[in-house]
């Protein structure tokens, strides 16, 4: 044998050494688990006195089935409506299921970051987790720019010099809520055509819907539209729109793109959590 086949023979050799202490060593660990089905989608809505709400937020889950077959969505509330949350959950541990709930609201706040948590620590035998908020994302500003051409909105509206958006949603004392909507509110302004977007609140935070109008006005903006960051009609959406001077855009409600946002917040959390759970494994 010459000398390259000698020292390919040792590496081969050494290699299957190593290969056969692998296979030992793995063989005391645990097979791997099967397929897990996917978690619950469980979008979590707020919850509303208005009896329009469960039903518009019931399309819009209609329209995530349509788009996912097969996948288990159920819709939950945090208060007012049935099915609460609590309730939802506790059925989907005595299923033996695992669940992903996805907040049918825009930005953290309390009951993003207190109140979801709060309900899963509640119910220890259910794996689950929260993903994030609907945010600043394309999708949402699809829907909210297509809901203002409903009301009215035109593509030279945005070019035009006396025109301006206020960006009516709930509102937070959470500094992280103001910070994702001024950025929902820029993202609009560009799909506008760099017309001024501002945001406004209807509770815990300023400015006012009355007062975001007033300051366009000061700019020489008097033709304001209200654009509605609520997912469906509820006492807050109704009064943002009666402050509006000029137009006022109906709720997000069953828009397609929120449907493909609820998802694409869904499908992130899970590869999140498949990553995180393949780390562990190794």
Not at 10 to 31: D, F, N, S, V
Not at 168 to 178: E, L, N
Not at 253 to 279: F, I, K, N, Q, S
């Amino acid at each position: 044998m010459t000398e390259p086949d000698s020292t390919y023979a040792t590496a081969a050799g050494l290699l299957g050494r190593i290969t056969e202490q692998l296979g030992e060593q793995l063989g005391h660990l645990p097979p791997p688990r099967p397929p897990m089905t996917a978690p619950t989608l469980v979008a979590v809505g707020h919850g509303s006195r208005n009896p329009r709400a469960r039903a518009t937020l019931g399309r819009l889950l209609e329209r995530v089935r349509e788009l996912r077959p097969g996948l288990d969505v159920r819709l939950a509330h945090i208060e007012l409506n049935t099915p609460l949350l609590d309730t939802t959950l506790t059925e989907l541990a005595a299923e033996g299921r695992d669940a992903l709930l996805v907040p049918l609201l825009f930005a953290p706040g309390h009951h993003v970051t207190h109140d979801l948590p709060a309900a899963l620590a509640a119910v220890p035998g259910l794996r689950a987790r929260v993903a994030e908020p609907l945010g600043a994302h394309p999708l949402l500003v699809e829907a909210l720019a297509d809901r203002l051409a409903d009301a009215g909105w035109a593509p030279e509206d945005g070019t035009s010099g006396a025109a301006g958006v206020v960006l009516a949603s709930a509102g937070s004392r959470d500094p992280r809520s103001g910070a994702e909507l001024r950025r929902i509110a820029a993202l609009l302004g560009e799909r506008l055509g760099g017309v001024p977007v501002v945001p406004a609140y209807a509770s815990a935070a300023a400015p006012t819907v009355p007062e975001a109008v007033r300051a366009l006005a000061a700019r020489g903006r008097h033709r304001v539209a209200v654009a509605s960051c609520f997912t469906a009609p509820g006492l807050f959406a109704t009064r943002a729109a009666a402050h509006a001077p000029w137009i006022a855009a109906a709720p997000l409600g069953a828009h397609p793109a929120l449907a493909r946002l609820v998802l694409h917040r869904y499908d992130t959390a899970l590869r999140t959590t498949t990553l995180a759970r393949e780390l562990a494994a190794v």
